[in-house]
């Protein structure tokens, strides 16, 4: 599978995807976006362990990329506008967040069941954003905010060495999390095994991407006149926007397979792209939304 799929980004930008090809990535990522909102707003408001809480919302945030993703990749039916644009960067930030958030969601969402190891994982979570917030935010917030954040910090620091679990894990680990540099307990190498993915082939995705969501030498160096790189229509993008969305669409199936899991009666709600949810394109509205639109109309 990875072969194939480099072999559609080929340095040289030579080889052509057929456009019958890029429309049924379009379609699939369109379906699997679908149905994982139409999931997430059905289980909304569920009674859940912490972990396993903070990941439904972990997923609403993949959803949201999701939905970034499919209003800006190229005739998408989610979006309306005068021309496409036909660059790989439109959708790599996007993409990649997706990448990010799957391993994160797997994390909470396959938390053990010890209520001790799940408050452990949402207090180190709790202390990465306090620590974050402190030292990201100090231009937009006032000096009373930031005394409240650091007494919130030294609450979640004692709150985290009063769990026997945190006082269980190695010193390093521990001193890397009172630091707020761990989102997570086990490293990413870690997380991403435990996804299910493959070390090498999420390298190349996260690395990739990163190339189009800045404005790295993948995205300049070569560049083609009235070709790659430069928005129209070409064979190189066409190609990369196609691979990158086979991937997400396989990455947001996955996510919204383990909702499902959690949340068996969701199921009933994965009907690809009939599936219902607001707002989004009108034929994917619940009815009652397009009965009160059209009440709102007359």
């Known amino acids: ?46 009674t859940a ?4 809480g903070y990941s439904t919302h972990v997923f609403a945030r993949i959803c949201s990329h999701a939905v970034s993703t499919i209003c800006a990749a190229p005739q998408s039916r989610w979006a309306h506008r005068e021309f496409e644009h036909w660059d790989l960067s439109t959708i790599a ?28 994982y949402v207090n180190v979570m709790h202390l990465y954003d306090c620590k974050k917030r402190i030292s990201i935010l100090p231009r937009m917030l006032s000096e009373g905010d930031l005394e409240w954040l650091k007494a919130q910090e030294f609450e979640l620091i004692n709150r985290l060495n009063g769990i026997e679990y945190f006082k269980s894990l190695d010193a390093s680990v521990r001193a890397g999390i009172l630091r707020g540099e761990r989102l997570h307990i086990p490293s990413r190498h870690d997380l991403i095994l435990a996804a299910g993915l ?21 995205t300049f160096y ?77």
């Open 1 to 46: 599978m990875q072969e194939e799929k480099m072999r559609c980004v080929k340095d040289s930008g030579s080889e052509k995807v057929p456009q019958a090809r890029y429309r049924d990535a379009l379609k699939r990522f369109d379906a699997a976006t679908c149905e994982a909102l139409a999931v997430g707003q059905a289980t909304a408001n569920r």
């Open 49 to 52: 362990l912490p972990a396993v």
């Open 93 to 120: 930030a996007y993409s990649r967040s997706i990448l990010e958030g799957y391993i994160l969601f797997r994390y909470l969402a396959d938390a053990p069941f010890d209520l001790e190891i799940q408050r452990t």
């Open 198 to 218: 493959k070390k090498d082939e999420f390298d190349f995705f996260y690395n990739y991407l990163s190339q189009y969501a800045h404005v790295f030498s993948f």
């Open 222 to 298: 070569r560049i083609e006149p009235d070709g790659r790189g430069t928005g129209l229509k070409n064979a190189f993008d066409q190609g990369a926007l196609t691979m990158v969305l086979e991937f997400g669409a396989g990455i947001i199936s996955a996510a919204t397979d383990r909702m499902v899991e959690m949340f068996p009666d969701a199921g009933n709600e994965r009907r690809g792209t009939d599936s219902k949810f607001s707002p989004g394109p009108a034929k994917n509205l619940p009815r009652h939304i397009k009965r009160e639109r059209r009440k709102v109309l007359r």
